[in-house]
């Protein structure tokens, strides 16, 4: 039986064509054993290149890295200057990165309140924008940022391609993590992850 890989909404799909080629069925095939064969053909051809090449575009973007730049590990995290949750992992994430065994390579997006984008893009126009993200975070957001009259039109569209960006992988919500699995494979966790997910994505301390 003859077969064709394809997709819809970014979703794999396998169009099977009946011996007599008269009909054509829309489905997951499996083996003798219950695997899904076709899901495992969706992973290979489409969604593991797919997650790669989005990995290469978050290698391309402005990002700040927080740890250090051998460190093995690297995690790409999509943060808003007021989301909690964001300061939450950051703290959780502390022995990880100050061990170097991870590096965290953080995207700046403005989507919670009207306050991100100045107070981001003013993150970004700093001196030294890596060190200014890591004292606001490690003050739990209390640090004071100073919001210049007018906002560099370079940071805001570097803001804009990173909501861009998250937007194209199909997050909606901060903090989105993204990182790599032992098989290639770009995983996501959005939201505050628990405690046994930062092993999986992090290791062990």
């Known amino acids: 039986m003859k077969g064709w890989l394809g997709k819809y909404q970014d979703m794999g799909v ?4 009946t ?6 069925i829309s ?3 499996y083996d003798e054993n219950g695997t899904n064969l076709s899901e495992q053909l969706f992973q290979k051809e489409l969604y593991t290149p797919a997650g790669q090449k989005m990995w ?17 590990i690297i995690l790409y995290v999509f943060a808003d200057p007021f989301c ?24 700046l997006v403005g989507v919670i ?15 030294d924008p ?35 960006l998250m937007d194209q992988l199909g997050a909606n919500a901060t903090p989105a993590i993204y990182y790599m699995n032992k098989e290639n494979m770009l995983q996501q966790v959005v939201g505050l992850p628990e405690a046994d997910k930062l092993q999986v994505m992090m290791g062990e301390k």
């Open 14 to 17: 396998a169009i099977y064509l």
């Open 130 to 164: 890596a060190q200014t993200w890591h004292d606001y975070e490690k003050s739990a957001g209390k640090m004071k940022i100073a919001i210049p009259a007018n906002l560099p039109e370079e940071k805001l569209r570097t803001l804009n391609q990173n909501q861009q």
């Open 19 to 24: 011996p007599d080629g008269k009909h054509a």
């Open 84 to 107: 909690p949750y964001c300061k939450q992992f950051w703290q959780q994430a502390r022995p990880w990165v100050e061990s170097g065994k991870v590096q965290i390579r953080t995207l």
């Open 56 to 72: 290469k575009q978050m290698e391309a973007a402005s990002w700040l890295l927080d740890g250090k730049k051998e460190a093995p």
């Open 113 to 127: 309140k009207p306050e991100s984008t100045p107070v981001a893009a003013a993150i970004l126009a700093s001196r």
């Open 27 to 29: 489905g997951y095939m």
